[in-house]
């Protein structure tokens, strides 16, 4: 069974620019995860996605952050202008069986 | 807003020894409770518990559950020094999947 896919693995932008990841996860599993997880931190759910459907995206900063998932399999979350503190590593997780969750590798972004 | 504290924060003990890393939590409509092991990279599961007192083991790993008293407990018996990483409780409820900040454990040759 293949994992979660993520890319980029690294990303290094300015504040104000725009950047954007992608995550596939493992074939079969209806609901995804998008997590922020900061330095020293656990992740923190930004937004969760059930099919093609938004579950829960209260934790959303909505100025800024935007995330979708067309057909219900693959996802893309943006941050549209980056800011410094949005520095941290990204992490998609698929739904699996009973509530268990399985990780990507995760994105790491760097905004300087 | 759902709430799961993780003590201690780190740990540092030789190899060999017994751990108990503790994770309790404040949360609407309770449905599970998870560990996950996080090394250089996302975590990876551990355990997920749902009813109290019955004890969850993989290995030298063990954990169990207090539903009465909103804790569980992660035990380490006969640490490695691969075991080294931080170990995340995360608690499932209204709030969807709640982490806690972790305990950071380092396993000392």
């Known amino acids: 069974e293949a994992g979660v896919a993520q890319s980029p693995r690294y990303k290094i932008i300015e504040k104000r620019q725009s950047v954007a990841f992608w995550c596939n996860p493992i074939?079969?599993?209806?609901?995804l995860y998008w997590y922020q997880q900061i330095l020293g931190q656990g992740p923190k759910l930004l937004i969760q996605?059930?099919?093609?459907?938004?579950?829960?995206d209260s934790q959303l900063p909505k100025d800024r952050f935007s995330a979708e998932r067309l057909k219900g399999v693959d996802s893309t979350l943006k941050i549209q202008p980056a800011k410094l503190e949005d520095s941290a590593v990204y992490l998609c997780?698929?739904?699996?069986?009973?509530?268990?969750?399985?990780f990507g590798p995760g994105t790491r972004l760097t905004v300087l | 807003e759902d709430k799961v504290v993780q003590s201690p924060l780190s740990l540092v003990v030789h190899e060999g020894d017994t751990v108990t890393l503790n994770c309790s939590y404040e949360v609407t409509n309770f449905r599970s409770l998870l560990w996950y092991k996080q090394e250089k990279k996302a975590p990876t599961f551990l355990f997920m518990l749902?009813?109290?007192?019955i004890e969850k083991k993989s290995g030298r790993l063990s954990s169990i559950l207090d539903k009465k008293e909103l804790f569980s407990i992660l035990n380490i018996t006969a640490t490695q020094t691969g075991d080294s990483a931080v170990y995340l409780c995360a608690v499932l409820g209204a709030d969807g999947l709640t982490f806690g900040k972790g305990t950071h454990l380092i396993i000392q040759p």
């Open positions: 996605f059930q099919n093609n459907g938004v579950v829960d």
């Open positions: 074939s079969g599993h209806a609901t």
């Open positions: 749902t009813s109290s007192g």
């Open positions: 997780a698929g739904g699996g069986l009973l509530d268990t969750q399985y």
